[in-house]
T-cell receptor
């Protein structure tokens, strides 16, 4: 069964430092890949997604992620962290195998703290 | 604002009771998803509806049920509530519910069972 792992349940970075949040998936057929962000007391919001084409995907708020098939990874990065980036980040996948439904599997989440 | 609305925002009830959570999808979205988020289980997919019909089931308990009405709003019914049902319940919607599509999440309903 498809699964998603996120290395590090909690990551702390200094303001202005590089943000790197790790995500790996399990399937042999690369799935659709997503990163969502959840700010405190809010629902999830899509940051970016990879479906096909260019493996480096740019999203909102300066985030980007690179799909690496050989590493079954889809790590999320941002060159310079802002205080407003403090939130929970979820990697998610959806199978490419054609079915009648769209089931998205979410990773356990990584809580990002930004230190002033 | 995602355009997805959920009511109520907070709900406190006792064990054994039944509650109904309501979700209105974004205008034009035909597919509705329900998720449960708890500290120990993370974000779990419960069920998906598309244009009034059940399309997929995830880790939904038999005590839980859902439906999507002709106006496309959806309700999640939770019965015989247990302490372990305390969680955040999210509704999400998408245009078609096809694979690879973006889901838009509502703000959630926080359920506390005492």
């Amino acid at each position: 069964a498809q699964s998603v792992t996120q290395l590090g349940s909690h990551v702390s970075v200094s303001e202005g430092a590089l943000v790197l949040l790790r995500c790996n998936y399990s399937s042999s057929v690369p799935p659709y890949l997503f990163w969502y962000v959840q700010y405190p007391n809010q629902g999830l919001q899509l940051l970016l997604k990879y479906t096909t084409g260019a493996t480096l995907v740019k999203g909102i708020n300066g985030f980007e992620a690179e799909f690496k098939k050989s590493e079954t990874s889809f790590h999320l990065t941002k060159p310079s962290a802002h205080m407003s980036d403090a939130a929970e980040y979820f990697c998610a996948v959806s199978d490419r195998v054609k079915t009648s439904y769209d089931k998205v599997i979410f990773g356990p989440g990584t809580s990002l703290s930004v230190i002033p | 604002d995602s355009g997805v609305t959920q009511t109520p925002k907070h709900l406190i009830t006792a064990t054994g009771q039944r509650v109904t959570l309501r979700c209105s999808p974004r205008s034009g979205d035909l597919s509705v998803y329900w998720y449960q988020q708890s500290l120990d289980q993370g974000l779990q997919f419960l069920i998906q509806y598309y244009n009034g019909e059940e399309r997929a089931k995830g880790n939904i308990l038999e005590r839980f049920s859902a439906q999507q009405f002709p106006d496309l709003h959806s309700e999640l019914n939770l019965s015989s509530l247990e302490l372990g049902d305390s969680a955040l319940y999210f509704c999400a919607s998408s245009v078609t519910g096809t694979q690879g599509g973006e889901q838009y999440f509502g703000p959630g309903t926080r359920l506390t069972v005492t």
